[in-house]
């Protein structure tokens, strides 16, 4: 398994695309917690020029809230990572973690279950784009 699953959606821009993704994923229970604009930051702190490149930290508080029941420490992986970035050609490529493999070096049943969830709800959002 790969540790994230991608989208390549050519028929957007990148500004439309951050739209569509958190509409997205607001309608499967998540929110956004972080929102960094990686090009602007590596801008103000490296005068680096760098591609547009945006970290979404995405949150669905139930299964967050299960998962700190299961695993006090789990609050170190998240939240759920969405990477959208415009690609050397113009396209927006989706990027999301997947919390499987992600979640492989905790050993705790409850846990990949809820990882498995979250995973399912993820792959349902990047499907709808």
Avoid: W
């Avoid at 979404?56 to 170190?76: M, Q, R, S």
């Avoid at 415009?86 to 905790?106: Q, R, T």
């Amino acid at each position: 398994m790969n540790y994230y699953f991608n989208k390549v959606l050519s028929s957007l821009s990148f500004d439309e695309a951050i739209i569509r993704v958190t509409e997205e994923l607001k309608k499967e229970g998540f929110g956004i917690l972080t929102d960094i604009d990686v090009q602007q930051t590596l801008k103000n702190k490296l005068d680096v020029d760098f591609r547009r490149y945006r970290i979404l930290g995405a949150c669905n508080p139930p299964f967050a809230h299960k998962a700190l029941l299961a695993e006090p420490k789990i609050g170190l992986m998240l939240p759920c990572n969405v990477v959208i970035e415009e690609n050397k050609d113009g396209d927006v490529e989706i990027s999301v973690i997947n919390p499987l493999e992600s979640m492989i070096a905790v050993d705790n049943d409850d846990l990949k279950q809820i990882a498995k969830e979250i995973k399912n709800k993820l792959e349902i959002v990047t499907g709808r784009l």
